[in-house]
């Protein structure tokens, strides 16, 4: 059984579950590291974005104003490599370098409800097996 040929399929079958836990690890204000993306130097752009979204906690940045580069996160994998980035990056992975990718409960979520599932699928229907009841 080519394992990798189904990892990189169930990587694929799940890239936008993955984007959306992106997105929602990013307006709770964290980074792959499981740490803070940073803080807000100007407290009244901080007061504005706390307004629009106060899941991150005031000054924590969540990387969204008009929403185009959350949109635009995607992941996709080829080979033994997995790529993450955003259609419209403005530049934010320069100065938020663990914007993307998952971390902590968003990872553990990600992997449990979205990767795991798919990787069993895959080998269930490689090797003609039918798993629970």
Do not use: C, W
Request: no cysteine; net charge neutral.
């Amino acid at each position: 059984m080519d394992t990798d040929r189904v990892i990189e399929q169930a990587l694929d079958d799940t890239s936008k579950q993955f984007a959306e836990a992106n997105r929602d690890q990013l307006n709770h204000g964290f980074g792959r590291d499981g740490k803070r993306l940073g803080r807000y130097k100007n407290s009244a752009y901080a007061a504005k974005k706390n307004r629009m979204n106060s899941l991150p906690g005031y000054g924590n940045p969540d990387l969204k104003l008009s929403g185009d580069y959350q949109r635009g996160i995607f992941m996709t994998a080829n080979g033994d490599q997995v790529l993450t980035g955003s259609l419209d990056s403005k530049d934010l992975e320069g100065r938020y370098p663990t914007a993307l990718g998952l971390g902590g409960e968003f990872k553990d979520a990600y992997l449990k409800n979205s990767l795991a599932p798919a990787i069993q699928e895959g080998i269930a229907e490689v090797l003609g097996l039918k798993f629970g009841g």
